[in-house]
């Protein structure tokens, strides 16, 4: 296992943006992505999970709490209802992405340079009015499929990855293995790595600073045929790409596998209930809001064991 | 069957308030009110009415186009990332109930008087920094149930309710009776009478002029201890009643029952569903935003059959 | 001098009320208070006081940044124009009060128990849609009048005044005094203790702990007939009153005398400049966003010398 | 006198960029624009004009009405201050521009292509933090100078200027000529076509066909020295420009001008006013809000006689 970890050239991942490219997979103009790998099928099977009845949300509360990690916080106001007020009632504003929320990615939120997924050009995609092709509208009928932990700290002998290490596609190979599972088509992998854990000893991550998914990871979630990716890391920083491949996973994942993506998940609990039932998959249900043109969502995803 | 309503005096809403009071039933401090009927074996149940795999979204687009059922719409902002961007952002802005937007109530968020569910005090729960008891996000864990539909229209042989009639209690044994399916504990009814359809021939509903649930369909539900409420029509109005029942469904739900409300579901879809499969119920999921201290949430159910 | 400040019991400040209610006084309709001390003659007065046609904002800076004393700060996002913008668009979110904004408040803001100025009661005038009554919008030609800085740290002697202090009449008088300086009907005042000052060498004050204006201060800019009071300064904190004057300077200026006060402005560079031009008067002019309901308003008053 | 209006080829815009460029005028690092003529003198002379005393707002109230010419109006939310309130508090969100809100543009608002003022360019100028150079933030002093209401219409002798028409050159002249006025250095200049008056007649004004001023009449404003423009026209719509010049009176006055505009005042007023008191000028105060990296701000002009 890689201790520290190396990037491949930049050419590389324009290789590996071609050889990932879900562009015309599942037709012209479809805007699901790898959500067509969740099938009716799938749900039905998915469905059978549902063992123990338990149910765990895997969300991180709103933060209001502005921070180094969350600039922008969520505000929300209680609002005035009348002078003798019969009930309460509130507003919310929030900004969809960042790394305090709990959201999925629409598909066409990152672009590799000014490519979006299934061959449509951001210009023509972004406007004012919200994106006209794969915004989070798309995934509106939300996600029923079955969900696997893969414990990477755990994997490794680990409490937690340090911030210069990368999850390799070895990583998930080695999860697997110890904890007897395999990942099938149309699953929604949770990568661990402590995070949560390391903050509570270190403190808050350091964004300029992050263990990350290593390119040969992504192609191991591309011959899977995953169907949505979580994880407590995403893209490596620093690396040694141009603005091109910044942050390259969001880049590949979303422009070119159309992998759909749910960022900034609670994992110490659903780990905790793994562990407790000795399981590594269940059911995931989750539904963005229904927001036309929308970049993504704020979303609490459930896992029912 | 009642062609027009009449309402009973608003004695017999107090007492119906104490008849149906559930406070002290779960404990002292309890905040799930009748999300406890949901037990985890409700769940692996509700699981098992996963058969064909077909999922749908019973929620409305997010509105941000004013108008007089939606006076204070969604704001949704595209914003800038960067001037050569290299992705999509955006942000939104909400208010939590109205007509327009499918949410979850909080159990707190309606009041009878100063009563709010499980012996609390409106003064003491209803705070600038939110509600202190009885939030949304109580209900963090989310919704995983069985999902029955009513189809009150039908049931009378009509394409859609007049908006001067009301849902008694016989409607909702008519339509179980013609359905052929029986509410159990801890189901989620969704009470059809056909506004969309009404709203799609005769214009946007008046919100002076509204269907509604009568008292003695709240006992039913009482007594068939559902676990959540959702329909196309809440409180009935004009109504009798004063200041402190003005909304007595949603005060005697919320607030004596601890009965959670999905409020402006989407129907249609999902009456058209049932009428293909010849089926009424179905696996209902969704979860709302942990807002704490919130008063509702919007959300995105899915009904997976 | 008093060097710490002692409240006068609640029984008096129920007394000064009655004595200083302006109810009627400019009309059973009035909504201007005491802006109506602000003649066109004083108008033409102020505005010969521009000789060196120097200009200074008196305001702060919007703060985005959440801190105690900035629990809600203003949302600043710049949005997005278009993929290659030809300009740049930014929007707006903001409370209109608290500890950190420069703002106008609206008669209404405030009420003792129920009364509202000129007779008027909250119930009635606060309601979801805004004030229906001596709203920010009735401010909406601006104030344009003789402004005047009273230097009380200086006339103690002191860098500024510590929290347990206050400022009472024989502070303004010595203010007056020591500066040669008379204030006259329908001026703008500014009274100084040095809190900048204070908190540059202290940190944030503490809002629990306030310097503040005592009761016999207000009874002075009564019988001076002042327009509108600002300062660094306002309500004292603790003190020993009931919730209905709670901060009951507030109370007292707004519901009994309509007098305009102008929240939170930014003193230091002022009295650096009437300190280097050796004035203490400038017209002052500022004008509050036309907000039709609106409780108050942001604004940049300017002094001009 | 043009019955319609014609355009130069944008080959002359190109010149007249150049020619009206102020790029280094008052040093390479001036944010103010021609804010610079408005010295300490012309403020004094400004204030001379105040010979009645009468006051004016020239703003319009901020819309919270939904319409196609105000796509995403004001909200304004009235909070909860406490379950029995000692006051009332409310919220604002507001976009900076646009066709409905009385706004000042900071000078960085609009660029030519990538020119910003004084040699700047944009992608370096906007960043998602907010303008780094002439933001709003730079006109905090605020702005007090002469206004000079031209009246187009009247010197056509129409009420209203019909939407394919224009503002030229000789229009401003003859508009001096009828009024016996003359526009100086540092003046704040009001251009009324009547527009209020047409769509009190004939409805909203199509922003797909609108008055605008002609480029002959910018170099005029850039002769005179003007310091801020204003008026019930701005950029001509339909024009046969490239997306460089769109709107190419915004992309001169600001980009190469540093001319401050005054966007969407409320004239009829104005008009009103001047013509009861044979004036043409007048005091005029506004001043921004103080928003670091803003791109425009909403504002209360006050016009005092």
């Not at 296992?1 to 037709?27: I, K, V």
């Not at 469905?47 to 895997?58: D, E, K, N, P, W």
């Amino acid at each position: 296992m890689n201790a520290t970890r190396s990037f491949p050239p930049e050419s590389e991942l324009e290789a590996l943006f071609d050889q990932l490219n879900n562009t015309g997979r599942w037709g012209t103009d479809d805007e699901l992505g790898t959500l067509n790998y969740i099938t009716p099928a799938k749900r039905v099977a998915a469905a059978a999970l549902v063992q123990t009845g338990r149910a765990l949300s895997i969300a991180r509360d709103l933060d209001t709490t502005q921070s180094p990690n969350n600039p922008s916080p969520v505000r929300h106001t209680m609002c005035y209802q009348a002078h003798e007020p019969i009930g309460a009632v509130d507003e919310l504003a929030l900004g969809m992405h960042g790394f305090a929320l709990t959201h999925l990615d629409a598909i066409a939120h990152v672009y590799r340079g000014q490519d979006v997924y299934n061959g449509r050009k951001a210009a023509a995609v972004a406007t004012p009015a919200g994106l006209q092709f794969c915004d989070i509208l798309a995934q509106k009928d939300g996600i029923f499929t079955r969900g696997v932990l893969l414990d990477i700290a755990s994997a490794r002998g680990e409490s937690w990855l340090a911030p210069d290490q990368g999850v390799f596609a070895a990583d998930l190979d080695a999860a697997e293995a110890r904890q007897q599972v395999r990942v099938e088509p149309g699953d929604a992998i949770f990568v661990y790595t402590g995070l949560q854990k390391r903050e509570a000893a270190q403190g808050p991550e350091n964004l300029g600073q992050r263990v990350g998914i290593m390119p040969d990871a992504i192609r191991w979630m591309h011959e899977r045929r995953i169907a949505v990716y979580s994880g407590d890391c995403v893209d490596a920083f620093p690396n040694p790409y141009s603005v091109r491949y910044a942050i390259y996973f969001h880049a590949i994942a979303l422009a070119a596998m159309g992998l759909i993506l749910l960022d900034i998940p609670a994992l110490e609990p659903l780990v905790e209930i793994c562990n407790e039932l000795e399981r590594s998959d269940f059911l995931l249900t989750m539904a963005p809001l229904r927001i036309r043109g929308g970049t993504g969502s704020p979303v609490n995803p459930i896992a029912i064991f």
